[in-house]
């Protein structure tokens, strides 16, 4: 039997199953001797089950089916998730908003601590995380008595590839649900770009894009590159673009292969969300700006001359 | 009627820009400004509008921390909250989320609030895990990441900033809330407050004295800096751009 007996709760919606489900495969497979098992929490989890059970290196798949699971409410999984949680010495979900939301809740229940952000595993119990808006990062150790849970932090982990074959096992969880919280809807600002959290190309706009009409010159270039569209926390204050496309401490970190960030001033905090990107290009008519400080590639002029002519010469 | 708990936190001012200390055994803290935690403010600052519209007559804010937290406690009693608590940790003392919550629960089962707010995260740990914890050990709703909050009755409509977009739940009071940034702009504050705060009640307790054993169960064994990416290259037109850009096959 192995050692370590990893849960991972599944993210998902409309019957797909989030990246960040894969890439928190991928750190889970960093730890020595583990058995790692994904749980679903839906009203009909069959589909994504099925997804879940095709990742490499899941050997299992539990879905547990409640007309309560329809939206992830932390309310109504965390009891869920803690009851299931005996026999594993690991919980983990990533650290998007749906993870953060819930895996602090289901730690509380079972009465150990909670690792946030976890971006590199040392071994089954000794894992580091950034602090300070990525500006340190820390090793942290939980004796090995304790279980763990934790969020990992998506943008350290490429996805895991399909391939797995994992039994899928229906589950009844009982325990009582609470009804104090309730959905009432989601307004998602839907667009038809790639994805930020897991687009190759992103092209991030900032205050100096000026109005939600400034922002088009992005889009289209965006479009050319076949990139998803980001902001600065600014911009989204400001009323330019949705909060969906916030990059940063408080927004979105993200690990694309190439970012362009276009009148971003390169604040510590929107730093933080782009750490990991590959290429940085920097566009900004401000030479002293602190992005050129952390960019691959900088480019000093006006941003309204140099996007249109960038989009114009990349055909 | 009602009143409102607004946890706080003392940390590093969002402007500084954090040292380690050379042994990697943590961050410089000696000379560097502390201030009340950005998203903390933010909850404040929606506790005392809620109390201003009428809907709670008292605002409580509560801190966990070394006795300087004073400090950051009187700021908040001069924007505007009625009474503080500081829960006195020693100095040095790292609290851990479960034990915050705890100490916090150990606050609510004395105060019985009908909303407690805390920010999202503290900009030092980056945890975002103690409003959620507070929620699961009171058994009562969570709503984070709230971008608005409409209270009617006895339950609250919160808007949620989430990786999708906006999502809204209802929940029953009491509840846990937690801010985002767009929830509200925190106020300033004025001299003639900074002097009235100076009356306005301060108690300091002890984890004993709420029953509470702080525990601490995670070890930080070294603080160390992020990698620092090189040092990039400056073009001077955009097809020097697009060449560099082909040059690394990223179009
Ligand atoms: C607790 C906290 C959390 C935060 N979280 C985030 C976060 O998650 N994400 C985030 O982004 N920010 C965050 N911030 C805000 C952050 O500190 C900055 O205020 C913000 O990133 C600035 O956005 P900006 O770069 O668009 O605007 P500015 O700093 O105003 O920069 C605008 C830039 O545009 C350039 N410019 C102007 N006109 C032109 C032109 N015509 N052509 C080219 N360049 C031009 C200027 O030179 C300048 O560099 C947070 C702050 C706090 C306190």
Same mark, same amino acid.
């Given at each position: 039997?192995?050692?370590? $007996?990893?849960?991972?709760?599944?993210?998902?919606?409309?019957?797909?199953?989030?990246?960040?489900?894969? $890439?928190?495969?991928?750190?889970?497979?960093?730890?020595?001797? *583990?058995?790692?098992?994904?749980?679903?929490?839906?009203?009909?989890?069959?589909?994504?089950? %099925?997804?879940?059970?095709?990742?490499?290196?899941?050997?299992?798949?539990?879905?547990?089916? /409640?007309?309560? /699971?329809?939206?992830?409410?932390?309310?109504?999984?965390?009891?869920?998730?803690?009851?299931?949680?005996?026999?594993?010495?690991?919980?983990? @979900?990533?650290?998007?908003?749906? @993870?953060?939301?819930?895996?602090?809740?289901?730690?509380?229940?079972?009465?150990?601590?909670?690792?946030?952000?976890?971006?590199?595993?040392?071994? %089954?119990?000794?894992?580091?995380?950034?602090?300070?808006?990525? /500006?340190?990062?820390?090793?942290?150790?939980?004796?090995?008595?304790?279980?763990?849970?934790?969020?990992?932090?998506?943008?350290?982990?490429?996805?895991?590839?399909?391939?797995?074959?994992?039994?899928?096992?229906?589950?009844?969880?009982?325990?009582?649900?609470?009804?104090?919280?309730?959905?009432?809807?989601?307004?998602?600002?839907?667009?038809?770009?790639?994805?930020?959290?897991?687009?190759?190309?992103?092209?991030?706009?900032?205050?100096?894009?000026?109005?939600?009409?400034?922002?088009?010159?992005?889009?289209?270039?965006?479009?050319?590159?076949?990139?998803?569209? *980001?902001?600065?926390?600014?911009?989204?204050?400001?009323?330019?673009?949705?909060?969906?496309?916030?990059?940063?401490?408080? *927004?979105?970190?993200?690990?694309?292969?190439?970012?362009?960030?276009?009148?971003?001033?390169?604040?510590?905090?929107?730093?933080?969300?782009?750490?990991?990107?590959?290429?940085?290009?920097?566009? /900004?008519?401000? %030479?002293?700006?602190?992005?050129?400080?952390?960019?691959?590639?900088?480019?000093?002029?006006?941003?309204?001359?140099?996007?249109?002519?960038?989009? $114009?010469?990349?055909? | 009627?009602? #009143?409102?708990?607004?946890?706080?936190? &003392?940390?590093?001012?969002?402007?500084? &820009?954090?040292?380690?200390?050379?042994?990697?055994?943590?961050?410089?803290?000696?000379?560097?400004?502390?201030?009340?935690?950005?998203?903390?403010?933010?909850?404040?600052?929606?506790?005392?509008?809620?109390?201003?519209?009428?809907?709670?007559?008292?605002?409580?804010?509560?801190?966990?921390?070394?006795?300087?937290?004073?400090?950051?406690?009187?700021?908040?009693?001069?924007?505007?909250?009625?009474?503080?608590?500081?829960?006195?940790?020693?100095?040095?003392?790292?609290?851990?989320?479960?034990?915050?919550?705890?100490?916090?629960?150990?606050?609510?089962?004395?105060? #019985?609030?009908?909303?407690?707010?805390?920010?999202?995260?503290?900009?030092?740990?980056?945890?975002?895990?103690?409003?959620?914890?507070?929620?699961?050990?009171?058994?009562?709703?969570? =709503?984070?990441?709230?971008?608005?909050?409409?209270?009617?009755?006895?339950? =609250?409509?919160? &808007?949620?900033?989430?990786?999708?977009?906006?999502?809204?739940?209802?929940?029953?009071?009491?509840?846990?809330?937690?801010?985002?940034?767009?929830?509200?702009?925190?106020?300033?504050?004025?001299?003639?407050?900074?002097?009235?705060?100076?009356?306005?009640?301060?108690?300091?307790?002890?984890?004993?004295?709420?029953?509470?054993?702080?525990?601490?169960?995670?070890?930080?064994?070294?603080?160390?800096?992020?990698?620092?990416?090189?040092?990039?290259?400056?073009?001077?037109?955009?097809?020097?751009?697009?060449?560099?850009?082909?040059? &690394?096959?990223?179009?």
């Amino acid at each position: 039997m192995a050692a370590n $007996k990893i849960l991972i709760v599944a993210e998902h919606a409309g019957g797909a199953l989030n990246p960040s489900t894969a $890439k928190c495969v991928t750190c889970a497979r960093a730890i020595e001797d *583990g058995e790692i098992t994904v749980a679903v929490f839906a009203t009909d989890g069959s589909s994504v089950a %099925a997804q879940a059970a095709a990742l490499q290196g899941v050997t299992q798949v539990l879905q547990i089916d /409640n007309a309560a /699971n329809g939206h992830p409410l932390a309310a109504v999984l965390a009891p869920q998730i803690a009851a299931l949680a005996d026999g594993f010495t690991h919980v983990f @979900g990533p650290s998007t908003t749906f @993870g953060k939301d819930l895996m602090p809740r289901v730690a509380a229940l079972i009465d150990t601590p909670q690792l946030s952000d976890i971006m590199a595993v040392e071994s %089954a119990h000794c894992f580091r995380r950034p602090i300070y808006a990525g /500006n340190a990062i820390i090793t942290v150790k939980v004796p090995a008595d304790l279980k763990i849970v934790a969020t990992v932090r998506t943008a350290s982990f490429e996805a895991v590839a399909d391939g797995g074959a994992a039994s899928v096992e229906k589950r009844d969880v009982q325990v009582d649900l609470p009804t104090h919280t309730r959905f009432v809807e989601i307004s998602a600002a839907s667009s038809d770009r790639p994805d930020l959290q897991t687009a190759r190309t992103v092209v991030s706009g900032g205050r100096a894009l000026g109005s939600a009409d400034g922002f088009r010159i992005l889009y289209s270039l965006a479009e050319k590159l076949g990139a998803a569209v *980001g902001a600065s926390r600014a911009a989204v204050d400001a009323g330019y673009v949705p909060n969906d496309m916030q990059v940063g401490q408080t *927004g979105k970190i993200i690990s694309p292969e190439l970012y362009i960030a276009v009148g971003i001033s390169g604040a510590i905090q929107h730093l933080t969300g782009i750490k990991d990107a590959r290429t940085i290009v920097a566009i /900004n008519k401000d %030479a002293e700006a602190p992005i050129f400080e952390v960019a691959d590639i900088g480019l000093v002029g006006d941003l309204f001359a140099l996007v249109p002519e960038l989009e $114009k010469q990349l055909a | 009627m009602a #009143k409102i708990l607004v946890a706080i936190k &003392r940390v590093v001012d969002y402007n500084v &820009r954090i040292r380690l200390k050379p042994d990697g055994s943590g961050v410089a803290t000696e000379g560097v400004k502390l201030s009340i935690n950005p998203f903390d403010e933010i909850a404040l600052e929606e506790a005392l509008r809620m109390r201003d519209r009428g809907a709670a007559e008292e605002v409580i804010v509560a801190s966990i921390g070394p006795a300087e937290t004073q400090q950051q406690l009187r700021t908040a009693l001069a924007m505007g909250a009625d009474r503080a608590v500081l829960v006195q940790a020693d100095a040095g003392a790292v609290v851990e989320p479960l034990t915050a919550a705890r100490t916090l629960l150990a606050l609510v089962e004395r105060e #019985k609030p009908q909303i407690v707010i805390l920010g999202k995260q503290a900009i030092d740990d980056d945890n975002n895990q103690t409003g959620q914890m507070l929620a699961a050990l009171w058994d009562r709703p969570q =709503a984070t990441f709230a971008s608005t909050i409409e209270l009617k009755d006895d339950k =609250a409509t919160v &808007r949620r900033e989430v990786d999708t977009g906006l999502e809204t739940l209802e929940v029953d009071l009491p509840a846990v809330f937690t801010t985002d940034l767009r929830l509200n702009e925190p106020r300033y504050v004025k001299l003639p407050d900074i002097m009235k705060a100076k009356k306005k009640p301060l108690e300091t307790v002890t984890f004993t004295d709420l029953g509470v054993t702080p525990k601490q169960q995670v070890e930080v064994s070294h603080y160390e800096p992020p990698p620092v990416r090189q040092k990039g290259v400056m073009v001077k037109d955009v097809a020097e751009l697009v060449g560099a850009l082909k040059k &690394r096959g990223l179009v």
